[in-house]
């Protein structure tokens, strides 16, 4: 939602205007890095601009007002990752000003080509690459925008510029004793012609880089005053449930909703088609009741009687998939995607006389953010409007375009902080859903998702089978390595054809086992993924494929280390060549666990790393069997973590995120697990489907050091990947039983 000056909400249409008022400005030739015809081939302006000089609106990032109000648009969606706490500190540190006394806004027009995603080339949050991509060019828009507040300063005293300084919103010339706010500077400032070069501040003068330790929102958030998706109210608005198919993809064939219409508030009972894949992205077909509140709305739906055509998943168990695609990767259909390859693996794998196979399973897991999915969207006078987490604007646009026909000119976004994403903020449907029933209804509609909805409508993260060969040398050392990994490619019922690319590779599968993420050395190494689509829906999770990969790829080591006979923190040393960064963080965290050292009895130790997003990680987990005897329950006691993901902008946000990974990668390793039976998804609730909760975390010790100053990793799914097989690996070591498969037994 946005707000006028006032505090009050702020109509679509006045936001609109804003847009083209401040667009107007930079019309005006004070834009830095984007220009004026791509505001308006994005933002759809009919209006002509006119200058509006008494803003100082210098780029995309940065807005000073003569009333001394400050304004840093940020224009990544911040899903309690701290996007908004992180991004607008880079450009007020070269602002020069407290990032924590200027308001942070969304854009008005999220479409802005100064906002795309320099790697995807959509508009989009994602990756853990909000940081770690826009810090050099939000420092660059800070510091451009101080110096010319500087320079209309110096211009107004007829001083040097270089005689000048700021400090915290404020000009200051210390000789003559002058100063000025912002604010009044800005009506000059904004009549100067913007810079070429700007000068960056250095590491060692920053202020609040690196010394953040608050997060925006907390009080808010603490206090219920934080206004979320679900808080959006409209004139004349309707809410939405959808009643999804029991079984995955089933159709309607007949709908009996007098019941539901009976009940007092309910104004409709409407069919959502599922449209052919290239309209829809593979929506699955649903039936939504439109009511005045959303009680109304679940009464009635208990109320309608459909009649499902089960369809071809009727019989799909997903107990059964593992041996499937064990099947699959040794039928003739199989088609390996070569992800790392060198020497001659097949030979080495024949020849040796130490080869050493495990296969390793992982199921379906669900993203469960906290909040469920809301999304209120009005159809209205030639324009589509959203309000909720929008984490993906690019795919609201895509959504309003196919649905309406309304062009991506003519589409607003209200972004809003979203209660937890995990990936699901990033699927398509929702979107497509809540736009199909503005247009049929004509009115603004807030569709919004129960817990039973998520576990059973959303996309789930795809089971995984891992099949892994080693050939050991007579020394111990890893001699070949053959790996495959068979899972479906992450986007591709989405994004129909993502896949069809010369080298047909889905780089969001074949993390943690690609040329630049495989961390280890052998004369021949043969990695490869191998594509198998069951049709189940699975899509975007947090740290997507790193985490199959990861257990797989660090249980193995293990499998090695123990099979050599060798140490497995000095195995993987001896085998990580050229990554001194990576190095340390092993040492250290092997280091601050005791991992050398006598243990207690009952007490053993695992340990697993990672690299992704520029940055590393090493965890070692310790377990301790409870009570008397060898069959006693086993108890995750500690984990130990040691990161190294370079510059961090605001080290407390850079902790929280760590600690949510790794509480995250505790429940993959112990309770995640979606069954599906007969086509139909066995949980529903957190009674059924159990996740990880901050009673029942271990100890924890995080170790965040700095291995590189000069810029950000991402640390977002960092942490996550490496716990389930740390613990994994502790409990072999602690029962002598490998565990192969997700949830593990603490037995």
Not at 636 to 646: A, P, S
Request: hydrophobic letters at 40%.
């Amino acid at each position: 939602m946005r707000y006028d000056d006032t505090g009050n909400p702020q109509s679509p249409s006045a936001a609109r205007r804003a847009f083209l008022k401040s667009g107007a400005a930079l019309g005006a030739g004070l834009a830095v890095g984007f220009r004026w015809c791509d505001a308006v081939a994005t933002s759809g302006a009919a209006e002509p601009a006119q200058a509006d000089p008494s803003a100082f609106e210098p780029n995309a990032w940065v807005r000073v007002f003569p009333d001394d109000t400050i304004k840093l648009v940020v224009a990544k969606h911040d899903s309690g990752t701290g996007t908004h706490t992180a991004l607008p500190a880079v450009v007020a540190e070269e602002l020069d000003v407290d990032p924590f006394r200027v308001d942070v806004i969304t854009p008005e027009n999220p479409f802005f080509i100064a906002y795309i995603h320099p790697l995807w080339h959509v508009f989009s949050t994602g990756g853990s690459t909000s940081v770690s991509l826009e810090y050099t060019r939000l420092r660059h828009a800070g510091a451009t925008a101080r110096a010319m507040l500087v320079a209309a300063a110096a211009k107004r005293w007829g001083v040097a510029a270089q005689a000048c300084t700021t400090d915290n919103g404020r000009v200051l010339h210390a000789s003559s004793g002058r100063s000025a706010s912002y604010g009044e500077l800005a009506e000059q400032a904004a009549r100067l012609p913007v810079p070429d070069k700007v000068t960056l501040k250095r590491p060692a003068d920053f202020k609040y880089i690196g010394h953040l330790m608050k997060k925006r929102g907390v009080f808010e958030k603490s206090t219920g005053r934080f206004r979320y998706s679900i808080d959006v109210e409209l004139p004349d608005m309707l809410v939405a449930v959808v009643e999804h198919a029991p079984v995955i993809d089933a159709r309607v064939r007949a709908i009996d909703a007098s019941a539901a219409l009976a009940v007092p508030g309910v104004r409709q009972v409407l069919k959502i088609p599922a449209a052919p894949a290239s309209v829809l992205g593979g929506n699955q077909e649903g039936v939504a009741v439109l009511a005045d509140t959303y009680w109304a709305a679940q009464s009635a739906r208990q109320r309608l009687k459909i009649t499902w055509d089960d369809g071809a998943f009727a019989h799909f168990d997903s107990a059964a998939l593992p041996r499937r695609q064990a099947q699959f990767l040794g039928s003739p259909a199989a088609a390996p995607v070569s992800t790392v390859s060198q020497g001659d693996t097949a030979t080495a794998l024949r020849k040796t006389g130490r080869l050493i196979e495990a296969e390793y399973v992982m199921p379906y897991k669900a993203q469960n953010p906290l909040e469920p999915i809301c999304v209120s969207a009005q159809v209205k006078d030639g324009t589509v409007t959203f309000w909720g987490g929008l984490q993906v604007p690019s795919t609201a646009r895509e959504a309003a375009r196919v649905v309406t026909g309304i062009p991506a000119e003519r589409v607003v976004l209200h972004d809003m902080v979203s209660g937890g994403s995990f990936g699901a903020h990033e699927s398509k449907y929702w979107l497509y859903e809540v736009v199909y029933l503005a247009k049929a209804t004509g009115r603004p509609i807030k569709l919004m998702h129960s817990r039973e909805d998520e576990m059973r409508a959303l996309y789930y993260h795809a089971a995984t089978y891992h099949k892994l060969r080693g050939a050991l040398g007579s020394d111990g050392q890893l001699d070949a390595l053959q790996l495959r990994a068979v899972c479906p490619a992450s986007p591709e019922q989405w994004e129909p054809g993502y896949t069809e690319r010369p080298d047909k590779m889905d780089y969001s599968t074949t993390e943690a086992i690609s040329k630049w993420d495989f961390a280890y050395r052998a004369p021949n190494l043969d990695l490869a993924w191998v594509r198998h689509e069951t049709g189940v829906p699975t899509g975007w999770y947090r740290a997507v494929s790193f985490i199959p990969n990861v257990f797989a790829l660090e249980s193995f080591i293990d499998e090695l280390a123990h099979a050599a006979g060798i140490d497995p923190l000095a195995y993987r040393l001896a085998h990580m060549h050229g990554r001194p960064r990576h190095v340390e963080v092993l040492r250290q965290a092997a280091e601050r666990a005791g991992w050398a050292q006598q243990l207690p009895e009952g007490t053993a130790l695992g340990l697993a790393t990672n690299q992704a997003y520029g940055s590393y990680v090493a965890v070692v987990a310790r377990v301790q069997r409870q009570g008397d005897g060898a069959n006693g329950a086993v108890l995750v006691q500690r984990l130990t973590c040691v990161v190294d993901c370079g510059l961090m902008v605001s080290p407390a946000g850079v902790e929280e995120q760590i600690y949510g990974g790794l509480m995250w990668g505790l429940g993959h390793a112990l309770l995640d697990r979606v069954d599906i039976e007969g086509g139909r998804v066995r949980q529903g609730n957190f009674d059924t489907y159990r996740v990880m909760r901050m009673d029942a975390m271990p100890e924890i010790d995080i170790v965040l050091i700095q291995g590189d100053v000069a810029k950000p990793g991402g640390v977002g799914e960092l942490s996550s990947p490496s716990v389930a097989p740390a613990v994994a690996n502790a409990l072999f070591r602690l029962t002598g039983v490998r565990q192969r498969a997700t949830p593990l037994k603490l037995t």
